[in-house]
T-cell receptor
Framework: AQKITQTQPGMFVQEKEAVTLDCTYD???????LFWYKQPSSGEMIFLIY??????QNATEGRYSLNFQKARKSANLVISASQLGDSAMYFC???????????FGKGTRLSVIA | GAVVSQHPSRVICKSGTSVKIECRSL??????MFWYRQFPKQSLMLMAT?????????EQGVEKDKFLINHASLTLSTLTVTSAHPEDSSFYIC?????????FGSGTRLTVV
């Protein structure tokens, strides 16, 4: 079975600073995908970044980058130059190959301080 | 981009009544829809997987007679909460999988009074 672990219930970061949100995963599947989503108070799920298990390079999307360490089974999200609008819940999720649902971690609440 | 329209966004209903939540894929065909429930300050938990034209597959502990899922067309999947009770109050959100990733509806906040 797949499992996602996010050990940081809450994080604070100063505006304009970088922050790393931790995510470790467990799976026996050789092919899988790792996702990060942002969920503001409105509840919508905003896709941030994706990393495939066979991708050689770490994924980057604007201010978001994914620090993928396959041997350690970690997929940490790095947000650079934090903005007040980054304050939200952040979920790490995993998918298996094929038409399968995402499995989510418990989430990390990020608060950006001015 | 791909959009899943979910309605209603908020609903308040009386205990014992039924509520239907719709998820409609606007510009693509969603053969599979995943339904999640999220309690306050918790993560998204998968309730069921619906495939167009077939019966939904429910996760362990989810009452199939209480949470009726219908996926009658490639663009519409519905979740009906029957005989709702206050403990069913939650945030319900659907997600369609595509080759390019997952598309989420905007969610439905259900309050049962």
């Amino acid at each position: 079975a797949q499992k996602i672990t996010q050990t940081q219930p809450g994080m604070f970061v100063q505006e304009k600073e970088a922050v790393t949100l931790d995510c470790t995963y467990d799976t026996s599947d050789p092919s899988y995908g790792l996702f990060w989503y942002k969920q503001p108070s409105s509840g919508e799920m905003i896709f941030l970044i994706y990393q495939g298990s066979y991708d050689q390079q770490n994924a980057t999307e604007g201010r978001y980058s994914l620090n993928f360490q396959k041997a350690r089974k970690s997929a940490n999200l790095v947000i650079s130059a934090s903005q007040l609008g980054d304050s939200a819940m952040y979920f790490c999720a995993m998918s298996r190959a094929g038409n399968t649902p995402l499995v989510f971690g418990k989430g990390t609440r990020l608060s950006v301080i001015a | 981009g791909a959009v899943v329209s979910q309605h209603p966004s908020r609903v308040i209903c009386k205990s014992g009544t039924s509520v239907k939540i719709e998820c409609r894929s606007l510009d693509f065909q969603a053969t599979t829809m995943f339904w999640y429930r999220q309690f306050p300050k918790q993560s998204l938990m998968l309730m069921a997987t619906s495939n167009e034209g077939s019966k939904a597959t429910y996760e362990q502990g989810v009452e199939k007679d209480k949470f009726l899922i219908n996926h009658a067309s490639l663009t519409l999947s519905t979740l009906t909460v029957t005989s709702a009770h206050p403990e069913d109050s939650s945030f319900y959100i659907c997600s369609a999988s595509r080759t390019s990733g997952y598309t989420f509806g905007s969610g439905t906040r259900l309050t049962v009074v």
